[in-house]
Each structure stands twice: as C-alpha cells, then as structure tokens.
C-alpha cells in the first residue's frame, strides 16, 4: 500500500504513522520527493488488515492499496480460461452459446413454445423467471414454484439446461432443485447473503453487474462465490444505469475484453436487459459476440405484444431464428462457432 | 396512461392499438396533431394492467404514465407529515433527532464509551453495526449476534434505542429482537424480499437509497413496507454513485425537498457515508438541517483511527459534541429543536 | 406537446392553463381521466414556441413534448442513409472508413512515418492534433500552425485528406486551409457559436459526443451544423462518463444503432479516446464494426512510449497494421467492406 | 509520481522503466513489495514532463501522480480566504452576496422591474443573460448586443453591477464593455480559449461547474485564468449530470465545503439551474448559506409563467423577497450576514 503524507509533515507526525503501519504487520519503506513523503507498506495486503484506517489519520494524503483485491477470479491466479460445464453444454469454450426463452414464465403453452422454438434455432439453454423483482409491489411477481415445475418440465421436453432467477434466501433449495445455473439479478448482486447461499448449492452461478457496480466491485462479488467453494461463475453485464435516457441502461460491452483480462471466467451479455428495447437486441449481440463474449442471454416471447414483463425488449420467435443465422459468420469470423 | 403513434400510422394500425387499449381495461382518447396521433388512455393505471407492453408494437413511438406509481407513501394519500414513534422518541415532528454511534460494534468498551458520550451530547436513538456488508469477503462482516447483544446492553444503560442494519432474510427474528429500527442498507434497497420480511415485523424500517436509485424507485421500495402493512418508513439518503471521484459518493442533499414534496414520511440524511470523509460531516450536517432533514444518522468512534471499519468517515467523541452545539442554531433558525 | 394538471384542479386554474395554450397558438384538446385531467396541445412545435413556461404554473404537473427537436438531421426528414465526400473517399457507404494518425503532430518525422504507414494498412484519412484542448494550462498544447502545416506536407505526400480539431472560433480559416474535415472535440460539443463557425466554412464536421451528452442534445448540436447550411455531419462516439473508473470512458456503442435509428448521418467510433487504453481499441474497434460503424477513429503513433500526449491509448505502426487485418472478415461478416 | 510494475517483470524490463524515469528529469526509488514492485519517481511533477507515456509500458500495471496538478488556486499556494471586489462588493468575506435577476433579459421594462426589485430584497449584483446557449438551434438565443445595453442602463438605474453569460471569443470586447462579472457556463468550462480571453479582460469570471466535471477539472479549469494573469475567479456549482431523472440536474452542494478546503477562492451556488425547479429554489438556498456558500445567483422574473427561457426554474419578486427573509436567520447562525 501507498500512503501519502501531506506537505509539512512534522516528523513527529511522520513516525506515529510508520509505527502504525508496523503495528498492523507492514514494513515501511519511506521516500522523501519534493513536496511530500510518500511511504510504501510492505506486506500481503490481502493477508495483513488494510491501511484504510490511515485516512483518517490529520497528516495522511491518501492511501493507494498496490494489489488487487480479488484473488480466487482473478486471471493472475488461473492464467487459462475457465470453461464452465452445465449438463453437456461447455460455456467458455470455443462455441458462442446462446440461452434464451421468456422474460417471465406465464403459461405452460407460451413456455412449451418457446423452449422448442429456441432449441430448433441453435439456443442451448433455456432461461425463464418463475419469481420476478419488480420495482412496484403492484406489479405481477411471477409465478413462483408453478413456473419452477414448468422450466422442469420444458427441460425434460427439450432437453435445455434451465437457467432461472434466485431473489430469496428462503427459495435455495427449491430454485435449485429445478434450475441448472442460478442467476443473481442486478438488484442482488451486492447481497452477498444471497450469494454465499446460492453459492453452497454447487451450482452454476450467473451474476449480474449491478446497475452501478464497478469492475471491481463486480469480480469481488464474484469472490464471495468462489471463497464458498464454487467456481462456477459466468459474469453477465446486462446494462449500467447512465445519465443517458434514450435506453433503459447502456450496455457496457466493453465489460467483455476488461472482465476477460482480469478474470478467467467467462463472460456473458444481456442485450435485452442491456436496452430494454426489441430494436436494439440484435446490433447488441452482433457487438457482444465480435468482441468476444462467451454467452448470450435473449429474451423471446411467442408473442411480445402481450407479455406479463417486459413485452418492449422480448424477439418473438421469427426474430430470434433471424438473429441466429445472423450471429453465425460473426462468431465464424472472430475464431468462434455457434449453433444451430 | 398517454400513448403516441408513430407518423404515418396507417388506421388499421391505429385501430388495433385501440382495441387492445379497451381489452386491457381503458378507454381510448384520440387526439390527431399535426405529426403524430396522441392516445389518451382513461382509467385507473394503478388498477388496470400496465399498458407498458405497447411499446413493444411497431406503430408505438412512446408510452408515458400519467399517475405515479406510489400510492400508500404519497403525500397525496396522507397530506400532513408523518411522525414515527420509537421509544420515547419521535421522528418527522418538530425535533431534528440524532441518531449516532459506531459504524461496526467492535466491542464492550468501544460500544459502552460511544453510547454514553453520544446520549450526553444530545443523540437521542445508537446506531452500532453488527451485520456488517462488505464489498469484498476478505473484509470484517462484524460481530452478528454477538455485536446485537451489546447494543442490547447499551441500550439498557443509556436508554437510547437501537438502529442496527438487517442483512439477511435469516436473521430478521434475531435483529428484531434486538433493534428499536431495522436499517435496509444501500446494497440490499431493492432486496424486496428483505423488505417484506423486515415490514412483517412491525419494527420501524429506515430504507437506505440505493447507490444509483431515482427517487421514483426509492418511494417503491417504501411502498413494499407499507403494502406489507407497516407504515413506518424512514427514507435516509446516504449518497449516490455519480462520475466525481474526490468523495465516495455524492451526497444528494437535494433528496430533502423532493421527498418531502412527494412523501409523507420522514427523511433522515447519512453524513457519514454520504461523503467517506469525516472532514466533510460537519458541512453535510448543516446542510441537512437548514433544508428540513428529520433526523441525521452520523458515525462516532471513541478512536477513528483504530475503527475495524470506515476509520476515515467517522467523528471522535469531541467532534460530534462540537458538531451538535454548531447545529443547534441552525435547527432554530429553520423553526425545529435539537436535544442537548 | 401533452400537458397533466395536478389533481384537483380549479375548473378557473383549467381555463387559464387553456387560454394560455390558446394564445401560444395550439388548439387544446382536453381529456378527463380518473385522478388527472390531461391536456393535448395540438399544433407544430417546431414552428410555434414551446409550451415549457407552463411548467412554472402551479396547477401543472408535467409537460412533455410529442415531436422530435431534431429535424434535418433525423431519418424522418432523410430516409435514405447520407453519404459525406471528402477527396476520393466516401463515407457512410459501403466501405468501413479508417481514419488514422497521431493524437497529437510532434515532429514532421513522426507525423510522415505515420502517415505512411497507416496508409499501407488501409486508412483512408489521416488524423493528428495540431491545436489540443488539455485540461491543465501546464500541459503540451500541440503545435498549432506548424502542426497544421505538416498535415498538409503528408497530405501531399500520402494522397490521404487529413482530419484535425478545430477549438477556437479564431482558428477557422488557418485551420479549414489545411483540414478536409474539422472536428469538434467533446469538450466543445456544445459551443454552439463554434459549431456555426466551423458549419459556415461548408468543410465536413465530426462532431464528438460531449462527455455527458444524451443522444437527444448531440443530435441538436448536428442540427445547429445542418441549420447552418451545412450537411456534411459525422456523429462520432468516443466514450460518455460514467460511475466506472477503469477506463476513463466508456465507450457507448450502442449509439450506433441509436444514431443510425434517428439520423441518416455517419457514425463514426473512436476506441482510442473510448477507453484511453491501447489494449482495449482491437476489442473495440471489432464491436464497432460488427454494430455497424461507418468509420473509425483511432489513434496512432510510431512509439507510444514516447508520445507528448495520450500515449497510454495510442497504437504502433504493427499493432495497427494488424488490427487493421483482424477487422476485414468482420466488415465482410456484416455486408461491408475495407480497404487494405 | 508512483510506478507499479505488474507482477513478475523481468529485471531488464524493469532497467527500462528506471532510465526512462531518469530521462524524463525524475530521480527514481525501488521498493520491492510481496507482488509487485513499487518505484517513486521524486522530482517536482508540476514542472517535470509528466510520466503518463510510462501507462503505455506493458510492464507498468499504473501511474499514479502524487501532487495535484493546479497550483495557483489551490489553498496550499493561498491559505487565508480570496476575496473578489466587483465595484462595492466584495465576494468571498462575511457577507453572503446574492446576485439575481431574469434568466434572459426579454425587454426593457422587465429588466427594470426586476432589478428594482431585487435590489430592494437585499440582492447586491444584477443577473440577466443576453446571449444564451440553447440546446437547439431553434430556441430563442438572447436578445445580444441590446440585451447588453439593458443591463448597463439598469446598473446605472440600481448601482447594481452586472453579471452576465459570454458565450464567444468574438464577443469578449463587447460584453467586457458592459458586464462586471463575466459568467462561463456550463457548456463552455473546458472551453479553454474561451477561459483565456476572458481571463485576459481582467474582469471577475465566475465559472460554471461543466455537467461532468470533476472537482480537480474544475479547479484546473480556474488555474488557466489565473495562469492568463487574472485571479478574480469565483467557482460556481450549478448542478451536475446524474441518472436522476426527477430534476433536470442533481445540485451538488458538496461543492462548497471542497472547494473550500482545496482552493482560496469564493464559492458560488446556482439553485435555479441546479434544480431547474422553483419550488426547489428556496431549500437549496438555506443548504448553501448553512454550507458556507459565499454567494447565490438566482433566477428572478416578474412573471415566470411568459419568461422566454428556463421559465419553470424563476422565482417570482415576492417569492425573491420571502426568501431573502428565510435566508437571513440562516446566514446569521452561521456567523454570516446578508444585506438587506
């Protein structure tokens, strides 16, 4: 760690730091520029308790942490991609892989649909909301445990891994008793109860940036999964909240080579979520799949003119198949393969 | 709900707007402008369906509600001001309450001091972390039941009720059992789950904003408590996440009038987090008590510079006795009291 | 332009809202919904003035435009995709434009090495700052005129037309004398008096995004370009701000497709200034390609280590050379071509 | 300044980076941490080349500078308080000053009531814009020249210096010759050739915080006033760009106590742009005066429901007065005081 002292430090001022620094494990190592002292903590910051404190400190300027403090995620400690295995699909191998399917689970007919319709167009998971954050207690909250039982049940139809929301604590066992990767909304993706419990059920685990979650915050986030023992994380960008208005969220694709330098996992983008507008969806995927993302995560609805959520960012089923034959020579020219 | 063509829409689909319009529960008011065909959409929004699936069609340039969509915590529901009752205490009356303490219990000795030292100056209600949120796993979460029983134990000695945050769905019994509020931190203020199970208790809730939180979604987050049947909301701005650097947050003081415009309830300002910055506390408080902040929630340390968490944010116990003899005059000047 | 009184309005503080409506030159159509009554202004707002002031009345909740503020500039005034010339080179075409070169002109060295360079591996336009807006006084602020003049010397050389920002209403004429196409840097985006300036020399403009600027105000300073009797725009992206502070921007690619919906000008995307990291531009500068980019504007220089400005974003001459091989299947994926 | 190499380079690699230190005028200094290696490069930065080209290295993991980069306004360069005399006035001393008056002057008559009025109330310098900055070129622009001529006549009328928007370098003699205080708006405050031909006139600048700019831009863009010879400068905050869509900006009252303790120089509030809401006028004014603002420019209209621009954010001449009266005891309990 780096810690700045401000000019005109007496050094009387200056030792009561160096002493604090020893006393929580560091060496320290002082250099004297022009205007200011500038004092490197020698030490495993990620062992030794952080300097934080030293801010607070009258003659202290700032302190600047050197390491990192993700470790488990972090590409320094696993150099290689991670490729994640759910049922025989490989995520983060070389094939592109697209999981797609409702917003919300709403009928056993509009899942049944769909789910056989995006298999037959080259999607090889299955996504669908059984219980559904919304920002208004008056809004319709998903089915719950019946659309659990209808994911289980399109699963066996098609054979599609599900992926599904997780929001509670008290729902672990039962969403993971039906879905195949749990995903952790933007909402919860800094409750890290949430996401130590859903981490103990060995699932994959999909987790969302925050809507104003830092990189860094984000692969931290992804720590907590990781130090309870799972390493099966897909980190998905689905939009950051912006001063911009046009769009729901800006899609920060960039996310995709920044998460992919600091980490080994892979990547997943939301271009439904990202702008919250059907129009947008397949420029979106088309970005995403050049610049290397490993997944996709669509929402299709067999008809978006009358879904229960969302219906103005959902591909009817045409428009998903024409996405696909789309993304393929995209994904072909950047050394990838797709389905279908 | 207000609905806009877009140009050159032909009339069979314009008709067919207006035949989902009146299956969806409204009546459709055309208005034809000189570009574009305007559709009024009479009925009660917050009743009906939301028509929000309209901007999924193609002859759809926008739709735009005309009611919000709060409606328990409005302050067109309940014109007068709210006043919640903790204790002997009351929150949103004349009085401009203090709520202060350690940002982490870290022990005994550190808790007893500050609970003591803050009642003398005039904090009528101790703050004292036991649950902690961290953003990195690495980081002390705090001393949990242990940290909930030394508040316990405070409280008996000073008389001052307890303000503890609540991090998890599984410890709602036990937080209850011990806090006179149960605070809902930044991280978690759209965890609608958190926020039913914490409503059900009947505790008063005081509901952080979260990091990149429109006050829109804000006042719903509020109304899940009261939609569960509790109607003490406090609403505490703590800062939000903006592009300036030099502060953690910024602290959006602005927050004061706009809830107070659109709400009932009180509105409590974090300094402490608000800024990061002990320096700036001071200013922050002054600022919340001459634009109408009901309440201030600040960090004290008897040894911020030895604090387990937050050093930097956190007032000695001089600084904050200096602090409540600066804002006495304000809260005069402004028409309200401060204790002390 | 639809207006929403407050509920429980006045039927007199109706009438006067109506008068006024009358008297801006709208026709007011009333509806009456459950809790509000709204009010539809009928007439061009475009032509007549705005209706704004209304929102200073108390009875009025809320104003909100119907038309679009943009008008030569929009897709609904030009169908049909816009093409700009500049020398031998078309833009907004089929082919994917390349524009390359230095950030800033250091020495006539640097700048010919460049130059022919980035012309062997297919860039069509040279770029290179002879006039920098740097945000400290103390910084290197270009070499003015004599930059100016070397652009000229490796047009001559390399047959390539050169790009260079204009930042002062007292530099148009020096440097529309030796630019093909001004560019407006995002710190100017909304210096209207030099938008009409640069606008009235009849050269093409770039004009980049401002820092924090919604499609909706970017859009309107092109019209201000248009306005001026000038349609030789090219809207250029090069990264908004935002919370994140990995990169010093973030680049917003999905304002390619946004633009391209509403505007039938060139977009154009620099990845250098986007994310101020040379490792990021490849990434970036595929996404853009993919999405639909008319052009690219990238930075570039023979030894960034020993760049006066922004080397930490600039490419070398190899690393350009083989982006530029890297982006051609790209281009061909999606229906376009590039030079090389 | 403070290099950190990324983990695991080369020894040689390291040689480098210390003699491009030493090349570029710094004394290098190693210290070899658990991970990395952490080099202090001593020397003044402020007069130095700046290391910034070191980012482009790809041994450097990040440069980070150790002085802050603006020197003349700092605190450090002037500890005791700046004040600015603008003919009687003085800013930046005991009294809170108060500049008001219309958003644009629209005619004669409604300067004159005005600035009677606001001079009645206690204000001490007469604001009124005569070239305006419109986001669309179809908005009315000011009245120009004539509007400047108003505002002289209403000077010589009131005794009230003018503070009034310059827009354009072709404009600096002109508005000079009638304003006292010279206003940078929001748009322009990276405007730097703007800022020097402004600085250059020798009046009072008061600059506007641009809508995304950091405390430290802010400040450098100050420093290229004072750089120019002219250390008159008054910072003033009016509202930064934010997600929050309820008011058209977030006011950042934060401003006041940082810029305070990193410069020497007065701080101004603009509540009426900082809002852009009149009933939020008067909240965000006792904020200011609690938080130390040194003073306040308000927009005043006689009749705000037909101003011309920025209607819905103008305080009537009785709601102007009210508040003068509110803002009294405030600035009192602060140990300020205000005319009037």
Chains 1, 2, 3, 4 share one sequence.
Request: proline letters at 5%; one cysteine or more; glycine letters at 10%.
């Amino acid at each position: 760690m780096i810690i700045v002292l401000k000019p005109g430090t007496s050094s009387r001022d200056e030792k009561a730091v160096l002493t604090e620094i020893r006393r929580l494990g560091y060496k320290p190592h002082v250099m004297r520029g022009v205007a200011h002292v500038v004092i490197g903590a020698i030490g495993d910051e990620r062992v030794n308790p952080p300097l934080d404190t030293l801010r607070a400190w009258a003659q202290v300027e700032s302190v600047t942490p050197v390491q990192k403090r993700h470790k488990l995620v972090s590409r320094q400690a696993h150099p290689a991609n991670s490729t994640i295995r759910v049922g025989n699909v490989e995520i983060g191998g070389s094939e592109v892989v697209v999981m797609a399917g409702p917003c919300s689970v709403e009928s056993e007919k509009q899942l049944m649909v769909t789910a056989e319709a995006v298999a037959r167009a080259g999607a090889k998971i299955l996504r669908g909301g059984a219980f559904k954050p919304r920002t208004s207690p008056y809004e319709f909250q998903g089915l719950g445990e019946k659309g659990l039982k209808l994911l289980s049940k399109a699963k066996k139809r098609t054979g599609l891994p599900i992926i599904t929301e997780l929001l509670s604590e008290d729902h672990v066992d039962l969403v993971a008793e039906h879905a195949d990767i749990l995903q952790i909304g933007a909402r919860n993706a800094q409750n890290f109860q949430l996401l130590i419990a859903a981490a103990r059920t060995g699932k994959a685990i999909l987790l969302k940036r925050g809507l104003s979650m830092k990189v860094d915050e984000w692969l931290l986030a992804g720590e907590y999964v990781l130090a309870n023992g799972n390493r099966n994380v897909l980190f998905c960008e689905r939009g950051i909240r912006t001063f911009e208005t046009y769009t729901r969220n800006t899609l920060d694709l960039g996310a995709i080579p920044i998460v992919k330098q600091e980490s080994h996992l892979p990547v997943v983008i939301d271009p439904s979520q990202g702008g919250g507008r059907a129009d947008l969806v397949a420029s979106f995927c088309k970005g995403a799949v050049a610049m290397g993302a490993d997944a996709l995560l669509i929402e299709v609805h067999p008809n978006p003119k009358e879904a229960l959520s969302d219906g103005a960012q959902q591909l009817d089923l045409g428009g998903f198949a024409r996405l696909m034959d789309e993304l393929r020579p995209l994904a072909k020219a950047v050394g990838r393969s797709m389905a279908g």
